[in-house]
């Protein structure tokens, strides 16, 4: 009985989390090792949720103590997210992502979309 109810609290919470369009944005700057710079860009809409993914520096050397996965919003507004720290948007928008550092470095977030963003 145990086994099919977790199975079954399982099974609803993949299918929840299925339910909702994901996507990972990507930014490389300042001459990252995994290819040439750039800079992410995605419409959001209300209730679309980020999540700093990874964040990253190519410098062995470098004791950089803040790595984060900074959001720009068509406003000039910005929000810095280290890794595994998400947000939520509260208005419709273009947004992009820029990597916090100075160093050649990498950074993700992953987008969910409560609804296709209003254009």
Known sequence: MKASLLFLISAFLLLGASSLPRETVE????????GPDVI????VS?????RCSRAEIYDENNEE??????????DDSSFRLTVGQSM???ENGEAELQCAGTKPRLCQVM??????PSR
Request: glycine residues 8%; aromatic residues 12%.
């Open 27 to 34: 930014s490389r700057q300042s001459g990252h090792r995994d």
């Open 40 to 43: 992410g860009h995605f419409s």
């Open 46 to 50: 209300k209730g679309t949720r980020f």
């Open 65 to 74: 103590p803040f790595l984060a996965c900074v959001i720009r919003f068509d």
């Open 88 to 90: 939520q948007s509260s």
């Open 111 to 116: 987008v969910r979309r409560e609804s296709k």
